[in-house]
């Protein structure tokens, strides 16, 4: 995917030009110079810039995964939702979710990093996204709540803390949603990368809200 260029006289006009062209404001632009010319004496003065907006990074994304279904001769549909802090949320539906998901969700897991390295490195900036299939990540969120909230409630009786297996930083986000209010609990992670593991700590007099 190559950027779209726009030229203007100056910065502003460049950008307004490209805002009409994808339909949306200026605000929502994101953008780079790529060329700028003085003129003579002011006369024939020229910027040109590179310009990319959210719709861009949709279109890129669905792209993406759809040229990675053909060239693996997997089928799929991909739906994308953006919430208001910028994170992409990517809904696959295929017929091969065994192969896409693997083993306890580790190919899935592989999968979103390729697609947020793939998308982060094209737009120059850091995306935020998850992937997942046919409901996989639901259904395990939902799974890992009840665990937790099992294991800290041993936690809580036994004032005994519990070390979880590593997980990706989403799992361990609901596991910390689901136990932030739970009295006398609290959690930490710790760890690097892949082997990064949640603590479920005994917490007597925590406050919650």
């Known amino acids: 995917m190559e950027f779209s260029r726009f030229t203007g006289k100056t910065l502003e006009e460049a950008l307004q030009a490209a805002a009409a062209e994808k339909e949306c404001s200026v605000e929502e632009l994101a953008y780079t110079v790529t060329e ?30 759809q040229t990675y279904f053909e060239n693996a001769g997997l089928d799929g549909t991909t739906e994308i939702e953006q919430d208001k802090d910028g994170f992409y949320r990517i809904t696959v539906d295929t017929a091969n979710n065994a192969i896409l998901i693997g083993r306890a969700g580790k190919s899935l897991q592989a999968f979103n990093r390729l697609v947020k390295s793939a998308v982060s490195a094209q737009f120059r900036k850091r995306i935020r996204l998850l992937i997942d299939v046919n409901g996989y990540k639901q259904d395990r969120y939902e799974k890992l709540t009840r665990m937790a909230i099992r294991q ?56 919650t809200e």
């Open 152 to 207: 800290a409630r041993d936690v809580r009786r036994t004032k005994v803390d519990a070390v979880l297996d590593p997980m990706p930083a989403d799992e361990r986000k609901v596991i910390h949603n689901a136990l932030a209010d739970m009295k006398d609990i609290s959690t930490k992670s710790e760890g690097e990368g892949a082997a990064r593991r949640l603590h479920i700590l005994y917490t007597p007099g925590k406050e």
């Open 36 to 65: 700028e010319k003085a003129g003579f004496l002011g006369i024939g003065r020229t910027v040109e810039v590179e310009v990319w907006c959210e719709k861009d990074v949709r279109t890129f994304i669905r792209d993406y995964i």
